[in-house]
């Protein structure tokens, strides 16, 4: 008997089916990823949201010091990036290998986006800026109760920064993650995605301040 064999037209059948529904599926895979990236974004967030409350409940109500917008060595006993992690039993950012040394690949973080690509200049490394209008940075750093600040689910707290400093303004916020966005995290401890026409004038080169569910000031 004659063993079956595939013609060479066959053959270039299967890999045009293959061809085909390789271009159908790797679109759907990037998509899925892209979107795995942002919902780790979002829960990091998300945590910070937690560790906030929870350091709140734990200090009279108190919001924790900003910090600095550079720690350096000398800086490990203050700010968010040092108290927050705390309440929730992860190693303070001092801790980091990675915050000094670029070629260290950062992991699964609460300080690292996984959509931001940024890694360490020698100094520093923060994918997420604290909003410094709330109570002030460093000497100006001012005692505030989370229960005397109105619309906490509006007032920003965290965000997704395209600048390196730990605390910051609204100029900072990145232009181009999670869809051409940025996430945000806020003082009742949700979190969010927001399209950069929400908050950010690309003809101007600058922020926009006015969006109704993003308050920078209390």
């Not at 942002?38 to 200090?59: F, P």
């Not at 950012?93 to 000094?100: L, M």
């Not at 995605?193 to 301040?209: I, L």
């Amino acid at each position: 008997m004659k063993r079956a064999a595939f013609t060479l037209l066959e053959l270039l059948v299967v890999v045009a089916v293959i061809a085909t529904l390789a271009s159908l599926l790797l679109p759907a895979l990037s998509r899925a990823k892209l979107r795995v990236r942002d919902v780790a974004c979002l829960n990091n967030l998300r945590q910070w949201g937690l560790a906030t409350q929870l350091y709140a409940s734990d200090h009279e109500d108190f919001l924790p010091p900003e910090g600095t917008p550079n720690p350096s060595d000398s800086a490990t006993n203050t700010g968010w990036y040092v108290l927050l992690p705390r309440q929730l039993g992860l190693p303070r950012y001092h801790d980091q290998p990675w915050r000094t040394n670029a070629a260290i690949e950062p992991g699964r973080s609460i300080f690292i986006c996984p959509a931001n690509p940024r890694r360490s200049n020698g100094r520093n490394l923060f994918h997420y800026c604290l909003n410094e209008h709330i109570n002030g940075t460093a000497e100006d750093n001012r005692p505030v109760k989370l229960s005397h600040l109105d619309g906490l689910p509006n007032l920003v707290w965290l965000f997704d920064s395209k600048n390196l400093p730990a605390v910051g303004y609204w100029n900072y916020v990145h232009t181009n993650l999670h869809g051409g966005g940025a996430q945000f995290v806020f003082l009742d401890g949700h979190a969010a995605r927001f399209r950069q026409a929400d908050y950010w004038d690309s003809a101007t080169g600058k922020a926009r301040t006015n969006h109704p569910a993003l308050r920078w000031r209390p």
